[in-house]
């Protein structure tokens, strides 16, 4: 609310952040609510490294690491479905890993520039 009465020309916020959290998703999402009817806002969360598709790339070679993969799965379901969410909320939700964290955030703030979204 009061970034809403103090900044009136629509303007670009970057939250890095960490949603995983369902709590903090919740909160954040309601919160945010508020800013996408007049500003542009990005969200980015750096990727925790458990966090990916169950059928990704690596192979399970003990039949342990399938409930850590699992688990992983499950939290990776989570964001997508948060990343939809706020979508229609008008947000762009990105999940980066720590090494593209510059590079993506460049990349995100040229293709705004590119659209001419600002």
């Known amino acids: ?12 916020f970057v939250f890095l952040t960490s949603l995983d959290d369902p709590v903090a ?6 919160a ?3 800013l996408s009817r007049q500003h542009l806002i990005v969200a980015v969360m750096i990727a ?3 966090v990916q598709p169950l059928f990704g790339k690596e192979t399970i070679e003990v039949p342990e690491e399938l409930y850590g993969k699992l688990a992983g799965h499950l939290s990776w ?9 706020l979508a229609r909320k008008g947000v762009e939700f990105h999940v980066v890993s720590n090494q ?3 590079l993506k955030l460049v990349s995100y703030y040229m293709d705004l520039k590119r659209r001419q979204t600002l």
Do not use: C, H, M, Y
């Open 25 to 30: 998703a919740e909160d954040f999402v309601s």
């Open 48 to 50: 925790p490294p458990v």
């Open 77 to 85: 379901v989570k964001l997508q479905n948060l990343q939809r969410v």
């Open 32 to 34: 945010v609510e508020l």
């Open 100 to 102: 593209q964290l510059g």
């Open 1 to 12: 609310a009061t970034l809403k009465q103090r900044i009136k020309r629509r303007s670009l």
